[in-house]
């Protein structure tokens, strides 16, 4: 059974920096992209940035050159470095695989996580 561990969330002064993981495991293939997405109250859960299995990555406008999104192939787990955060990045942070592929099954997942709180104080 696959599942996804985040950790890292926490609460921040603006201006701080926090690391968020997301450990996937059970009888993993392959992954074609992990990402974080995040859900603010009373708004719809938006893209943060997303990686690729060769690792190219995109971001999200509002927290390009302040987050950094990478990935452990080996590990199966995605990391986020959010530097230099501001309050309105407060939000419950989501990690999303796509294209997941299991041992002998040629189907391809989507999963998420349970989410992780980040709060930023100004």
């Known amino acids: 059974q696959v599942q996804l561990v985040e950790s890292g969330g926490g609460l921040v002064q603006a201006g701080g920096s926090l690391r968020l993981a997301c450990a996937v495991s059970g009888p993993i293939v392959s992954i074609n992209r992990m990402g974080w997405y995040r859900q603010a109250p009373g708004k719809q859960r938006e893209l943060v940035a997303t990686?690729?299995?060769?690792?190219?990555?995109n971001y999200a406008e509002s927290v390009k050159g302040r987050f950094t999104i990478s990935r452990d192939n080996a590990k199966a787990t995605t990391y986020l470095q959010m530097n230099d955060l501001k309050p309105e990045d407060t939000a419950v942070y989501y990690c999303n695989v796509q294209g997941l592929r299991v041992v002998l099954d040629e189907r391809e997942y989507d999963y998420w996580g349970q989410g992780t709180q980040v709060t930023v104080s100004s």
């Open positions: 990686m690729a299995s060769g690792g190219s990555a």
